[in-house]
Nanobody, 123 residues
Framework: QVQLVESGGGLVQAGGSLRLSCAAS????????MGWFRQAPGKEREFVAA????????YYADSVKGRFTISRDNAKNTVYLQMNSLKPEDTAVYYC????????????????WGQGTQVTVSS
């Protein structure tokens, strides 16, 4: 059974930092893209960041560029999202996802999803 389990969410003040983790299990994730998406109440799920298998290609939404960093440790089947300089508008449920296409910004491109972790940024 494939599982993606996010952790690391929480409540933080504006300007603070959080590090999200996503542990994958249940199959090989070789050659996969791993992505982070977020969804705020009443809004559609939006792309945040993605990383290819080698870690040599990184992609970010404009809204998080320069503040968030995605990375992965393939030996641990884990992907991370370091979030710095957090803003209240970053408040959302954050989801990690795994896929094998290069359309890394589209939710429909990902085959497996985690259950999500809440990030709340207070002003």
């Amino acid at each position: 059974q494939v599982q993606l389990v996010e952790s690391g969410g929480g409540l933080v003040q504006a300007g603070g930092s959080l590090r999200l983790s996503c542990a994958a299990s249940g199959r090989t994730f070789s050659n996969s893209y791993m992505g982070w998406f977020r969804q705020a109440p009443g809004k559609e799920r939006e792309f945040v960041a993605a990383i290819n298998w080698s870690g040599g290609s990184l992609y970010y939404a404009d809204s998080v560029k320069g503040r968030f960093t995605i990375s992965r440790d393939n030996a641990k089947n884990t992907v991370y999202l370091q979030m710095n300089s957090l803003k209240p508008e970053d408040t959302a449920v954050y989801y990690c996802a795994a896929g094998w296409t290069t359309s890394w910004a589209l939710p429909k491109s990902y085959l497996y999803w985690g259950q999500g972790t809440q990030v709340t940024v207070s002003s």
